[in-house]
C-alpha cells in the first residue's frame, strides 16, 4: 500500500468519526515520519498517489451533490433507465385512464359523461407530467455523464503526467 492509499485511509476514517482529530494528527505524523522517498521516481509516484487521491476524494463528493435523492433519502446515480422507469411509469398511468375515459364516454350511460370527462384530463395530465419529468431528470443524466467523463480524463491526465 503506497503512502497517498494509507493517508487517504486515515482520511476516510476521520471523516467516519471513527478516529477523532487528534488520533488522525498523530497518526498521519507516524506515517509521514516514517516515510523518506530517495529517488526522483519515489517523490514523483508519491506526487501522482497524492494527486490521484485528492481526486478521488473530489469526485466522491460531486458524485453525492449529482445523485438523485429518493423519496426516503437514498442517493441514486442517475441513469437512463432510472429516468425511464420513473417517467414513463407515470406516463403510463396516464395512458390507463384516456381509454378507460373513453369507453365510459362512449357508453350509454348519461351520468358518467363528467367522470369519463374527469379521467380523460386526469390521464392527459399523467401522460404530459411523464413527458416533463423524462426531459427533466434527463439532464441530470447528462450532468452526471459529462461530470464523470471529466474525472476520468483527469484522472487519466494524472497518471500519464
Known amino acids: 500500500m503506497s503512502l497517498a492509499d494509507e493517508l487517504l485511509k486515515l482520511e476516510q476514517l476521520r471523516q467516519t468519526g471513527s478516529l ?6 498523530s497518526a498521519k505524523a507516524a506515517l509521514l515520519s516514517g516515510y523518506n522517498p530517495s529517488s526522483p521516481d519515489e517523490i514523483k509516484q508519491l506526487q501522482v498517489d497524492t494527486a490521484l487521491a485528492r481526486l478521488d476524494i473530489d469526485w466522491k463528493n460531486r458524485e453525492k451533490e449529482l445523485m438523485i435523492v429518493g423519496g426516503y433519502g437514498n442517493r441514486f446515480i442517475p441513469t437512463k ?4 422507469t ?4 407515470i ?21 358518467k ?21 423524462n426531459s427533466h431528470l434527463n439532464k441530470f443524466v447528462i450532468q452526471y455523464k459529462n461530470a464523470y467523463d471529466d474525472y476520468l480524463e483527469e484522472r487519466e491526465r494524472i497518471i500519464n503526467s
Open 20 to 25: 477523532t482529530a487528534a488520533e488522525f494528527t
Open 113 to 133: 359523461e363528467v367522470g369519463a370527462l374527469l379521467f380523460f384530463f386526469l390521464g392527459s395530465g399523467f401522460v404530459l407530467y411523464g413527458f416533463w419529468l
Open 86 to 89: 420513473r417517467s414513463w411509469t
Open 91 to 111: 406516463g403510463g398511468l396516464g395512458g390507463l385512464f384516456i381509454p378507460l375515459s373513453i369507453a365510459i364516454f362512449v357508453s350509454s350511460l348519461q351520468d
Open 81 to 84: 433507465n432510472l429516468v425511464f
